[in-house]
Nanobody, 124 residues
Framework: QLQLVESGGELVQPGGSLRLSCAAS????????IGWFRQAPGKEREGVSC????????YYADSMKGRFTISKGRAKNTVYLQMNSLKPEGTVVYSC?????????????????WGKGTRVTVSS
């Protein structure tokens, strides 16, 4: 059974940092690109970042460039999203998703497998 499980979400102050994890089971990430998406209450889900199956290519939404870093863990079945300089946006759910293809356009309908998400609250 293919499964993605996110973790690492918590309350953090504006300007702070947080690292999210996306652990895969039932399949190897060597064959899948992994994307991170986020959704705030009442808003549409938006793409954040993607890492290619090889880990050699990464992509970011413009608003995250320079602040977020996506990477694959040494075990290579976990993808991380390092988030720095977090902005006071309230609570946002971050989800990871997998597609058996290259990253391409960072839109949710390209992705086949989804985790349930982890909540990140940026507030003072």
């Amino acid at each position: 059974q293919l499964q993605l499980v996110e973790s690492g979400g918590e309350l953090v102050q504006p300007g702070g940092s947080l690292r999210l994890s996306c652990a895969a089971s039932g399949f190897t990430l060597d064959d899948y690109a992994i994307g991170w998406f986020r959704q705030a209450p009442g808003k549409e889900r938006e793409g954040v970042s993607c890492i290619s199956s090889s880990g050699g290519s990464t992509y970011y939404a413009d608003s995250m460039k320079g602040r977020f870093t996506i990477s694959k863990g040494r075990a290579k079945n976990t993808v991380y999203l390092q988030m720095n300089s977090l902005k006071p946006e309230g609570t946002v759910v971050y989800s990871c998703a997998g597609v058996k293809a290259e990253c391409g356009e960072l839109v949710e309908n390209r992705y086949d497998y989804w985790g349930k998400g982890t909540r990140v609250t940026v507030s003072s």
